[in-house]
């Protein structure tokens, strides 16, 4: 009886070890998207009445891309976060991660859709739905990109 109870704790610590093990090659390999080197960096800004949209967008070898992006309303705390997506034809599909304000603890996370044609990027407007804490548009309803508020141009990019 206590050979198998012992058996068993046994068997259970090599269980957890081995899930730990996966974790931590799972953290190692964000890591290293993170740091990998990007083969294009552009920048870019919209502005609209008295709002304005700063991003500054990397391309990493695999197609990937990631980036910076910091989002002045008017009347509103700053919003300044990261983006990651890829492209689907000519059409930017990312997530963007960001905090509000001076509050870090509290990020939020949404969805974003950017149509790219010649040096313009277009900030595109959809239906979002929430489920379980998590934003995405709404599959089978299209995005548009004609009515918008927010057409971005490229500018150089500062030094930081």
Do not use: H, W
Not at 107 to 131: C, H, S, V, W, Y
């Amino acid at each position: 009886m206590k050979t198998s109870v012992l058996f068993c704790l046994l068997f259970a610590c090599i269980g957890f070890q081995s899930c730990k093990k996966n974790e931590n090659q799972k953290v190692g390999k964000a890591t290293q998207v993170q740091a990998e080197k990007p083969i294009s960096i552009q920048c870019y800004k919209a502005l609209y009445e008295q709002d304005t949209i700063e991003l500054k967008m990397n391309t990493l070898k695999n197609g990937k891309i990631t980036g910076d992006m910091v989002m002045k309303f008017f009347n509103m705390p700053k919003k300044v976060g990261k983006i990651a997506g890829e492209f689907s034809g000519d059409t930017l599909f990312a997530s963007y991660t960001f905090i509000q304000g001076t509050d870090e603890k509290i990020t939020f996370k949404n969805p974003m859709a950017f149509l790219k044609r010649g040096d313009e990027l277009i900030l595109g407007n959809g239906k979002i739905q929430t489920t379980m804490g998590a934003s995405y548009f709404v599959k089978g309803s299209p995005i548009d990109f004609e009515r918008v508020k927010f057409k971005f141009t490229t500018v150089d990019c500062a030094a930081k």
